[in-house]
């Protein structure tokens, strides 16, 4: 079974400065995949990035990029330069591979970017 | 199409009655989610799909719940019965078969008055 758990219900950060997402994550597979998804007042999921679990690099997409730290099952999210479309629900996930195919999510948190 | 489509985007119904929800995949996209996301929580994990046949149904709650995808493209969940307790955004996702990256709808919020 894997669980996923993200501690911060609420995040805010000012314009153009960074915050980072925290998430810890529980899976007893070896081969898995981390997400972190973007889902704004309109419900539709977003991912914003993909971490691959043997790869020791972390991911990273323009703006976005994790700290993964796998013996410590941590996979957090840090934005820089944020922006005002960056207010959101941040989701983190996980895919087990070589069992069900789904998704499994923490609770979320909200991150409110101030002008 | 261009992304997966949901409808109704929005649905109210009453205590006891029967709806469907109804999920149009991206075209050649075998592979469809079904997720429930209550108020203040992550999606949870309802029902995948292979083609036309349920892979893994393991997160539908109850017998009440059930989901058809006949011709391996366009998906229904049906719920019979409903109760207040089933109200929440019903989310769902398609990719191509072994891929890690999904695709999301924007949901069908459902209100069960």
């Known amino acids: 079974a894997q669980t996923v758990t993200q501690s911060q219900p609420e995040m805010s950060v000012q314009e153009a400065e960074t915050v980072t997402l925290s998430c810890t994550y529980d899976t007893s597979e070896n081969n898995y995949y981390l997400f972190w998804y973007k889902q704004p007042p309109s419900r539709q999921m977003i991912l914003v990035i993909r971490q691959e679990a043997y790869k020791q690099q972390n991911a990273t997409e323009n703006r976005f990029s994790v700290n993964f730290q796998k013996a410590a099952k941590s996979f957090s999210l840090k934005i820089s330069d944020s922006q005002l479309g960056d207010t959101a629900m941040y989701f983190c996930a996980c895919h087990a591979q070589g069992g069900s195919e789904k998704l499994v999510f923490g609770k979320g948190t909200k991150l409110t970017v101030n002008p | 199409g261009a992304g997966v489509s949901q409808t109704p985007s929005n649905k109210v119904t009453e205590k006891g009655k029967y709806v469907e929800l109804r999920c149009d995949p991206i075209s050649g996209h075998t592979a469809l989610y079904w997720y429930r996301q209550s108020l203040g929580q992550g999606p949870e994990f309802l029902i995948y799909?292979?083609?036309?046949?349920?892979?893994?149904d393991s997160g539908l709650p109850n017998d009440r719940f059930f989901a058809v995808r006949p011709e391996g493209s366009v998906s229904t969940l049906k719920i019979q019965r409903t109760e207040r307790g089933d109200s929440a955004v019903y989310l769902c996702?398609?990719?191509?078969?072994?891929?890690?990256?999904?695709?999301f709808g924007q949901g069908t919020r459902l209100t069960v008055v």
């Open positions: 799909f292979q083609g036309t046949g349920a892979a893994d």
């Open positions: 996702a398609s990719s191509l078969i072994r891929s890690t990256e999904a695709f």
